[in-house]
């Protein structure tokens, strides 16, 4: 990007604007539909509809692909060369030359050279997805030429403007244009971003040229390339699309403003740069001019640089809308310096779809060293043929660079994400259990690494080598087995850990605490029974739903009932136990008060099983909601209960797991007694760390205890106001435990909420009184954890309990060279106890391949599973250091990564390029949600505890939550035929996207909303809310009425089926368009500017391009 | 009045009070040189069926520093309506009440036989009673068994409106919520860890309570008389509940490893009643009743560790100073006592094990608070259940045998000053001018506080002869002693019993032989021994025992009458006959002894002893022996190893035990069956008369004694030969020629030999006396100070 500079050119913008503006609305308000749209489009889908329509555009567009004749040229002669080289995925980003003869070809294919080129641009990010292996996006904005281009600029502009108009009819002519109005078309259509994903063909890279040459960029786009193939999947999509377009129109305008926005200081500068990329992603610009004004303002927020170019007001957009049509027409080239067109930027949507088709129906099967899984938005089955299933450890990448040096340099984190008890899907077996009978499972002696598929049997297979630290060890005769003349062994396909890349070993007594077999874990239920929880109705539904969901405690395998005993405690300042032994008549409470010193008053009648004190249990839970009706105490505590619960598994001589139900801020006289602290005033500020680090160490000392214990504690927090998540959270957090926050918490409307997360949190499969060790080969070694954990010395990651749900993120970093050839090891032991209070091993074996080229790095590299990793770093770093600086330091290494390929990989082009790797072309996107967060850029409605909690989540989520967590889900229900069953495609999560005649889902794996556009058809409402109009749709609703159509089934069954893949229940809340609520609603459409000051998604490529150039230069 | 010993038996019946003296020294000077101390037995509460109590409230004396009660003794103006306080010589005006009073028409109180009389209070609220159990939970199944059916029976003896409380323990502390319906609730606290009376009330959620009851309280007095806590329930709500509850008791769950005793928080637990009652109803009477089975093993008051291979302190550790938790568990216990009674709760411990439990630290709780002591071997034995059950026999008005939260006043005549008291009560403090600053026993004041008493509750309370040598006696004058009783009577009212007594003075000098005559050896004897026993607490034996001794000489020399260095010619007068004897069974005692006896055993018989009646009191110092035969009927013989002849049966009772013991030829002739064969049916007759007189003796005793039958060379004889005289041991036993009775094998003394030393003594010493008496005097002093131990 010509992100660069100077203030100049944005006065040049300025006045293009006000032209602009007219223009613009004309186009836009006179005629929404199509001519108004097409122009934006133009600038757009010009190119696009080019793209994918190539003939008409290809006229017009033509001019552009010369404006960019770099490109053009290059591309060219690469032409569908370039596309074989891809297909073959070379990494050709290398040679900058090669990315645009790729790009050039893609441009040629589709006939309409000029459009296709812009086209090409989208389609570049996308149709590469296939040949992924090199795909590199190389988003060349055309850098502007700062200074001298400027003054020129506005003229561009103004021309820009001009051709619009043309543009314009151009736009006529296609359909796109009418799209581009409404985005949904647009993307369909012409957005060539849209579309060029969906061909994916050749994914591999794209190139923005915001360059001086604009034009160039265009072409750059490489989406030629993509075009020829996209071409055909894409006009497809765009008919459907196509379908809709009056309404559309409409919504662009709104929506328009959002994007808009795209950061000021970029158009200063690199007007004419922009205006390029604008093409593609102007789309912001054109309808919503006016909102640009008030978005622009945000884009500020850049982390460190807000400063510069902002000056531009928002009205430029104008200009950006007009230059599609320019850009068609026109020169090209001075649309891109405009604006970056949203659609011409790589597309997570796009990338996902075409992962899904392209990888989604075979299974992948893990034999082959290094291989980059699916996304993980994609379905696909996993076949273990000697690594863990992506499923169980995802790495940021799986290609690892043979030094230390190389990893420097490129600054690419090396972290795999481990879920070691990730659930599978019913297709694919859990892992074999293997026992080895007394002497345990087989280690190397030296290192004590698990026997593994990777071990290397020798001298006829009486010993055999450790593949971790070469040591040569004896195998056991009862071990033993001969060879085949290949030097395996030829039992190697009946035994899993011979062959698999996951299984597990029972684990002998030397494996357990204190040389004794444990006990089956125990459960205990401790209930805040408080004046809040009482009134909030919480005790009394929650003590209902024990008495049945006590019948589905986790259970092992086929075992008839579950060895998992039961505990009661309610408190408020005291605490009650409960004896529920079988043979009394009447459960006993017990009250101890003494919480400053906390101690378990039983022990016989405390933990017993469901079956046998059954009818105890349910007198005790029909009772405890009587028993404290009348309750008038509001003070709680609760380090005490921590402690009792765990003092209580401590006598009973087992692990287990704490369900704790809390309201409100510990302010009773105890240990861990805590005071509101909650002030915003530090947000900002070198003290805003205070907020999430805990208010005492008395929990971190607590958790300790527990976690020694195997005690895990899942918390449940009902708060009304301020409870000091950062604090409460600790012992949870240490101890691999859960927690669950409903914020005024009212039966009627969160009782499905609650209710589900409970009923999955007992049902779910733990593992108690775990301890993890990631083992690796020689060359890199573990250093860095995080996750819900303990840790007492580095390298044993102790957990109380885990779950399937819970992650655990591990940095590598180099401690000597790596062997290309031996490649790099993992193995992840786990050795936990299960529910049934068996003690096991759970291994996981994953290798990677090393490099000595960085662009093979970089071509196997998993950018979500970067991003859970960064996202995670960062998220403990504001512990410790101001949020900005946090900021500014992710921004760097992404900065640092990006520049290094574009330095090392990529082929030369101008450095007004922005040239992404086809693995991280997204990088940009979601780093820039990751900025946006709540933790990292509260909004002035973002709560203390919020942010806490939602720091909290991040830090064990794996990658598929991370992934939807920064960048939400956005659905539109009613685009597609009623009758389609299939899932709807999303839509990015941009307000432009949304068309005030639709209804959208959008769920980020904790919210899920369902946004109604203004103009909905009434037959939808009716069907859908059993109302008659728009206006009475109540704001806010939550439940969606049973109604018994087709519509409401089938929107029904998507949230229903968007829920059960999650592991939190999602919240419906229904959000209407100009509502009140709609601002939260906002705040999810993570493209667009935010109200709190995050940068839009085009803003920050823009800034992040920036800062690449400084890097490299 | 015929002679001194009807005198003193009347007038113990009358008042309950017998005095050491019962004419007194006129001088301080003469009074020290009787040896024996002008002091008396008072039995406060003595049981009087023919003593209805006056409805009425008593008239006081209006002087400030006086208050004595209006009393036959009192001269009385009719005609003015006057009369004169005889302790201070004050004139009061009758009230109002006493209007119509005349010669012929006279109260009650000024009738010479009402010097003793009861008051009902009518004003203020009425108390309910309160028994506050706590329950040791680490027994054996049987005991736990036997103690829940015991505890349940108890129940149903208790009045219906008086309030119950449980408190169980064992590691942890359970105090029961009886109130609640369905669940039952308890508050549960660490075993180990001492909380302040505050801590406790709050964890209690005691506190808060209070404020709303209080401002109520005023308005409506009678309608809630008393603020019900949910802790302390009246009996007839709860009873079902309460019966329940403690059926399903459990013992403690916590496991106990192999060599372990299992963690017994006693310490916390009654700390924790203490503090429950203080908080709910102080100064209203209350019973805590402590059950356990094992001495306290963790925490404040633990008295030993729970290791079994260290075994409980022995008296051998306690000399060595080895006794590691001794002293910390005694404060504690002694803190707690203290509180008790300051709030008119008494303890009740009931320790049945068969190793020792503690009772040595504990005792104060008793001793302080009036409370019971028992000790058995198991809850699982008639011993403990008949006690138990005893402690809830009721009068002939059906009311308890107790009373609660008493204080006892006592004024005096000018001339005599109050020294001190030694019996089940704690000193208030109340200093006036009829306090001594001598003390003997717990002294300094002239009231203190019994917080549990039954009719036989006894005190000994001592004086001082004050006025000077060289002072007339008062003119026709008597000392007067008035004794002021403020009790809750079980049936929940107060009362006020009064018991006002005068003695003739006498001077010494002249009239030694009125003084001689009027002395009651028996009283003397209980009297002094409380002293050494009480002296014993905190002195090391032999030092009392010469203490005594000197006592006993000191007194031969001055009432013995003999020849100048002339032993053989020393005679004692019948007044004083018996008293050598006393001393010498005295020297013998487990009070004064401690060797066979574990610290337990002491406190526990120490215990006994210092609140027992002068009857009973006598019985343990010297036991009672009959001898039943063929010769006769059954008649009380010499407690002398002379005694035990073949065919005879003995049946001895030391209080604490009935032992019944067959001759050697009885013995075998039983063997042999004859008792079963009807031509020997008065061999079956007599073999069954000590039992009938045995259970006679076990119906009336409280606590129940220890009920041995055995046999010539049975283990169990053991119990008799330790306490008969040894007149015939293995030493001497050829000497005798004779063989009259069976040799006890030991070196103590005999009464013979005791008594031929003192004769020695007695008459050696006097010889002395002339030459030295101003430095004894001052040594004799000395010797008074030393007696005063501080409560």
Redesign the interface.
């Known amino acids: 990007m010509n992100v660069n500079q100077s203030a100049p050119p944005v006065p040049p913008f300025g006045q293009p604007q006000p032209v602009y503006p007219g223009y613009h609305q004309s186009s836009y308000g006179g005629q929404p539909g199509s001519t108004a749209a097409p122009t934006p489009y133009g600038a757009y889908n010009g190119p696009v509809p080019g793209y994918q329509q190539t003939p008409p555009p290809g006229m017009s567009r033509a001019p552009p692909s010369s404006g960019a004749p770099p490109a053009s040229t290059a591309q060219a002669p690469g032409g569908q060369a370039a596309y074989g080289q891809f297909g073959q995925g070379d990494v050709q980003n290398g040679p900058s030359s090669t990315v645009q003869m790729q790009r050039l070809p893609g441009s040629q294919p589709f006939g309409s050279a000029p459009l296709v080129p812009v086209v090409s641009q989208p389609a570049v990010l996308q149709p590469y997805g296939p040949p992924p292996t090199s795909a590199q996006v190389t988003a060349q904005l055309a850098g502007m030429h700062i200074s001298g281009a400027v003054a020129p600029v506005p003229p561009t502009s103004g021309l820009g403007y001009g051709p619009p108009t043309s543009l314009a009819s151009a736009s006529g002519s296609f359909p796109n244009s009418g799209l581009y109005g409404s985005y949904p078309q647009g993307q369909a259509q012409g957005h060539p971003g849209a579309q060029p994903p969906q061909r994916s063909v050749l994914p591999q890279a794209s190139s923005f040229t915001p360059s001086a040459s604009g034009g160039p960029r265009m072409p750059s786009m490489t989406g030629p390339l993509l075009p020829g193939q996209s071409f055909g999947g894409p006009p497809v999509s765009q008919p459907n699309h196509i379908s809709s377009p009056p309404p559309q129109a409409l919504t662009p305008g709104t929506q328009m403003s959002g994007p808009p926005g795209p950061p000021p200081p970029m158009h200063s500068s690199q007007q004419p740069g922009y205006q390029l990329q604008q093409n593609g992603s102007f789309g912001p610009a054109r309808g919503p001019q006016p909102n640009y004004g008030s978005p622009y303002p945000g884009t500020a927020t850049f982390g460190s640089q807000p400063g510069p170019p902002q000056p531009l007001p928002p009205k430029r957009l104008d200009p950006d809308a007009i230059p599609s049509p320019q850009l068609n027409e026109l020169p090209p080239q001075q649309k891109t310096r405009h604006r970056i067109d949203p659609d011409a930027i790589p597309s997570p949507i796009q990338v996902i779809e075409d992962d899904r088709n392209n990888r989604g129906s075979e299974p992948f099967i893990t034999g082959v060293r290094g291989q980059v899984p699916p996304l993980v938005t994609t379905n696909f089955l996993v076949k273990d043929q000697g690594n863990a299933s992506p499923r169980y450890i995802r790495c940021t990448s799986y290609n690892i660079p043979c030094t230390s040096d190389m990893a420097k340099q490129a600054q690419v984190p090396l972290a795999a994400v481990i879920k070691p008890l990730a659930r599978l899907p019913p297709e694919e077996a859990s892992p074999y259990v293997v026992d080895h009978g007394e002497s345990g499972p087989l280690r190397c002696n030296r290192c004590k690494a698990y026997m593994c598929p990777f071990m290397q049997f020798i001298e006829g297979g009486r010993r055999f080598q450790c593949c971790f630290c070469s040591c040569i060890n004896d195998v056991p005769p009862q071990y033993f087995q001969h060879l085949d003349h290949t030097g395996k062994r030829v039992d190697a396909y009946d035994r899993p850990e011979l062959s698999l890349g996951s299984y597990e070993f029972l684990a002998t007594v030397d494996y357990c605490k204190n040389n004794k077999f444990p006990s089956p874990p125990a459960f205990i239920f401790m209930i805040d029974v408080s004046y809040n929880a009482i009134r909030s109705g919480l005790v009394r539904l929650l003590c209902e739903e024990l008495k049945s969901l006590l019948d589905f405690l986790p259970r092992e395998g086929g075992a008839e009932e579950s060895a998992v005993r039961v505990g009661f405690v309610t408190y408020n300042k005291v605490l009650h136990f409960y004896n529920v032994k079988s043979s009394l008549a009447q459960p006993q409470m017990m009250v101890v008060s003494d919480v400053g010193d906390m101690f378990v008053p039983l022990l016989d009648g405390f933990l017993v099983n469901v079956n046998e004190s059954r009818t105890v249990i349910t007198s005790l839970l029909d009772q405890i909601p009587e028993m404290f009706a009348d309750t008038r105490e509001t003070e709680t505590v609760f380090a005490p209960v921590i402690q009792a619960g765990m003092e209580a598994l401590k006598a009973a001589e087992c692990a287990g797991k704490l369900f704790l139900f809390h309201t409100s801020l510990p302010i009773a006289e105890a240990p861990g007694k805590l005071k509101n602290r909650d002030d915003r005033k530090l947000i900002n500020t070198d003290k805003e760390k205070t907020l999430f680090q805990p208010q005492t160490g008395a929990y971190q000392t607590l958790a300790k205890e527990c976690v020694a214990q195997g005690c895990c504690v899942d918390l449940f927090l009902f708060p009304n106001q301020y409870v000091d998540v950062a604090t409460l959270s600790v012992v949870p957090q240490l101890t691999g435990g859960s927690v669950y926050k409903y914020a005024c918490f009212q039966v009627e409307n969160d009782q499905e909420r609650f209710l589900s997360d409970l009923r999955r949190d007992v049902q779910k499969v733990v593992g108690f009184d775990a301890v993890m060790r990631v083992r690796t080969s020689t060359g890199i070694r573990a250093v860095d954890f995080f996750g819900a954990f303990y840790m007492s010395n580095t390298t044993d990651v102790e957990l109380a309990g885990l779950d399937g749900d819970k992650t655990v993120t591990v940095e590598f970093k180099h401690d000597d060279r790596l062997n290309e050839e031996s490649g790099a090891l993992l193995q992840c032991a786990l050795l936990y106890t299960s529910c049934a209070g068996q003690r096991r091993l759970r291994i996981h074996n994953l290798a990677l391949n090393c490099c000595t080229q960085l662009a093979d790095l970089y071509r196997n590299c998993e950018t979500d599973t970067l991003i859970n990793y960064m996202a995670k770093f960062a998220y403990r770093g504001v512990l410790n250091s101001p949020v900005k600086t946090v900021r500014d330091t992710l921004i760097t290494q992404c900065a640092q990564i990006l520049a290094c390929y574009r330095k090392n990989c990529a082929s030369p082009s101008s450095a007004g390029q922005l040239i992404l790797p086809e693995c991280m072309k997204l990088l940009p996107v979601y780093l820039n949600c990751v900025l946006k967060s709540d933790v990292l850029q509260p909004g002035a409605e973002v709560t203390t505890d919020d942010r806490a909690y939602v720091r909290l989540l991040v830090t064990s989520m794996d990658v598929a939550e991370t992934n939807v967590f920064f960048y939400p889900r956005l659905l539109p229900l009613t685009k597609s035929p009623i009758e389609n069953t299939t899932e709807p495609s999303a839509v990015r999560a941009s307000e432009e996207r949304l068309s005030n005649g639709d209804i959208y889902l959008l769920e980020n794996g904790l919210n899920l909303f369902l946004w109604v556009g203004a103009s909905v058809q009434q037959g939808v409402v009716q069907s859908l809310f059993g109302v008659s109009s728009f206006s009475q749709i109540t704001s806010g609703l939550s439940v969606l009425p049973v109604l018994d159509n087709l519509l409401s089934k089938k929107v029904r069954g998507l949230i229903d089926g968007l829920r059960a893949q999650r592991s939190r229940y999602m919240k419906l809340i229904v959000v209407k368009q100009e509502d009140k609520l709609e601002m939260l609603f906002k705040h999810f459409l993570v493209e667009d500017k935010s109200l709190s000051g995050g940068a839009s998604y085009v803003d920050f490529l823009c800034h992040m391009h920036k800062e690449i150039r400084q890097l490299l230069s | 009045m015929a002679t001194y010993l009807e005198f003193i038996q009347q007038n113990e019946e009358r008042d309950g009070v017998r005095f050491s003296w019962n004419v007194w020294p006129s001088s301080r000077l003469e009074a020290t040189r009787m040896v024996v101390p002008l002091a008396c037995l008072l039995t406060p509460l003595k049981e009087r069926p023919d003593l209805p109590p006056v409805q009425y409230e008593p008239v006081l004396c209006s002087r400030p520093t006086c208050k004595a009660i209006l009393n036959p003794l009192c001269q009385v103006d009719y005609r003015a309506r006057l009369w004169a306080c005889n302790f201070c010589f004050q004139r009061n005006q009758f009230p109002p009440a006493y209007a119509g009073i005349s010669e012929v028409n006279q109260p009650a109180e000024l009738m010479p036989q009402f010097s003793t009389i009861e008051y009902v209070i009518q004003r203020g609220p009425q108390s309910p009673l309160i028994f506050l159990y706590v329950v040791d939970t680490c027994l054996e199944e049987d005991d736990l068994q036997a103690l829940k059916e015991s505890l349940q029976m108890s129940l149903s003896l208790l009045p219906p409106d008086s309030l119950v409380g449980l408190i169980t323990f064992g590691r942890?502390v359970?105090v029961h919520?009886l109130s609640?319906e369905?669940?039952?609730?308890?508050?549960?606290?660490?075993g180990t860890?001492d909380?302040t009376a505050k801590q406790i009330q709050?964890?209690?959620?005691l506190t808060k309570p209070a404020v709303p009851v209080q401002p109520a309280r005023p308005a409506q007095p009678h309608e809630q008389p008393f603020v019900s806590s949910r802790f302390l329930q009246p009996v007839h709500k709860i009873d079902m509940n309460l019966t329940d509850l403690l059926g399903?008791l459990?013992r403690d769950?916590?496991?106990v490893p192999q060599g372990k005793r299992p963690l017994r928080s006693t310490g916390v637990a009654v700390s924790i009643a203490v503090g429950l009652l203080e908080g709910t109803f102080p100064n209203t009477g209350a019973r805590i009743m402590l059950f356990m089975g094992g001495p306290p093993t963790q925490g404040p008051g633990m008295v030993v560790g729970d290791e079994l291979k260290v075994p409980i302190r022995s008296w051998h550790d306690i000399e060595k100073d080895n006794a590691r938790f001794m002293k910390k568990a005694t404060k504690h216990y002694e803190m707690l006592a203290n509180r008790a009674a300051a709030n008119g709760h008494c303890i009740d411990i009931y320790a049945c094990a068969l190793d020792q439990t503690g009772l040595l630290e504990m005792k104060c709780c008793t001793n302080l608070t009036g409370g019971y002591m028992v000790m058995g071997d198991s809850f699982n034995t008639s011993l403990f259940k008949q006690t138990f059950q005893r402690i809830f026999s009721k009068d002939f008005n059906g009311h308890f045998r107790m009373a609660f939260g008493a204080t006892l006043e006592v004024k005096t005549s000018r001339e005599l000053k109050i020294a001190g008291a030694i019996g089940p009560c704690v000193s208030l403090n109340v200093k006036g001018p009829c306090v001594s600053e001598n003390e003997l026993g717990v002294g300094g004041t002239s009231q203190w506080k019994i917080c549990g008493l039954d009719p036989t509750s006894t005190l000994g309370i001592y004086f001082e002869v004050v006025s000077q040598h060289n002072a007339p006696i008062p003119q026709g004058g008597r000392g007067a002693v008035q004794f002021v009783t403020h009790y809750q009577h079980s049936s929940t009212q107060r009362r006020i019993r009064v018991t006002t007594v005068a003695r003739n003075w006498a001077d010494a000098q002249s009239q030694l032989k009125h003084i001689e005559a009027a002395f009651d050896q028996e009283a003397a004897a209980v009297l002094m021994a409380r002293l050494g026993v009480f002296r014993a607490e905190s002195e090391e034996g032999p030092d009392v025992l010469r203490w005594l001794d000197r006592q006993l000489i000191r007194l031969c020399q001055k009432f013995g009458q003999y020849n100048k260095e002339d032993p053989t010619s020393f005679r004692l007068s019948d007044s004083f006959s018996l008293y050598p004897q006393f001393m010498f069974h005295l020297r013998r005692s487990p009070f004064l002894q401690v060797f066979n006896n574990s610290p337990d055993e002491s406190s526990c018989y120490r215990h006994h002893f210092a609140r027992q009646d002068l009857t009973q009191s006598l019985i343990m110092i010297q036991p009672i022996l009959y001898s039943y035969s063929f010769h006769g009927p059954p008649e009380p013989v010499l407690l002398d190893s002379s005694s035990i002849l073949p065919d005879r049966i003995l049946l001895m009772d030391t209080f604490f035990q009935i032992v019944i013991y067959l001759g050697e030829t009885i013995a075998q002739w039983q063997k042999a069956g004859y008792q079963d064969m009807p031509e020997y049916e008065n061999f079956k007759h007599l073999l069954q008369a000590p039992l009938d007189d045995a259970q006679e003796i076990l119906q009336a005793r409280f606590p129940m004694p220890r009920y041995i039958n055995t046999e010539h060379g049975g283990s169990q004889a053991r119990f008799l030969l330790s306490k008969v005289n040894p007149s015939q041991t293995h030493n001497n036993l050829y000497a005798w020629g004779q063989e009259t009775g069976a040799p006890i094998l030991t070196d103590d003394v005999s009464l013979q030999v005791f008594m031929d030393h003192l004769k020695k003594l007695g008459c050696l010493q006097r010889l002395l006396r002339a030459d030295v008496s101003s430095r004894r005097k001052k040594a004799l002093s000395v010797l008074c100070s030393r007696w005063s131990i501080p409560a």
């Open positions: 942890m359970q919520e609640c369905g669940i039952s609730k308890s508050y549960v606290f660490r860890k909380l709050d964890m209690l959620g399903e459990q769950p916590w496991p």
